[in-house]
């Protein structure tokens, strides 16, 4: 079945970095485009990057522009976040998903599969 496992959380000062990654498997990775989500405590679970299967061209929210990375590997099934500078608004669960899509939705119906999430916690 279908198994995709964040990791890469913690907590960090306003102003630090993280890495998040996304390992996927059960899929034929290279099909899928991905993205990355998150949720903050009383709120909706929002889009924050995401990267196309059919051309590998990433796209953020604009909260993120500049400062979040998106990337994958699909050798090894893998995608990342790299995030820097982080703020405190940036505090939520993160979520990793998958599309059988040629390009990654923004919308949470767009995807197929999710992950667990994993916690961000910046402190200001």
């Known amino acids: 079945q279908v198994q995709l496992v964040e990791s890469g959380g913690g907590l960090v000062q306003a102003g630090g970095s993280l890495r998040l990654s996304c390992a996927a498997s059960?899929?034929?990775?290279?099909?899928?485009?991905m993205g990355w989500f998150r949720q903050a405590p009383g709120k909706e679970r929002e889009f924050v990057a995401g990267i196309n299967w059919l051309n590998g061209r990433p796209h953020y929210t604009d909260s993120v522009k500049g400062r979040f990375i998106v990337s994958r590997d699909n050798a090894e099934n893998m995608m990342y976040l790299q995030m820097n500078p982080l703020k405190f608004e940036d505090t939520a669960v993160y979520y990793c998903?998958?599309?059988?899509?040629?390009?990654?939705?923004?919308?949470?119906?767009?995807?197929?599969?999710w992950g667990q999430g994993t916690q961000v916690t910046v402190s200001s």
């Open positions: 998903a998958c599309a059988a899509a040629p390009t990654a939705p923004v919308y949470v119906i767009g995807y197929n599969y």
């Open positions: 059960g899929l034929t990775f290279s099909a899928y485009s």
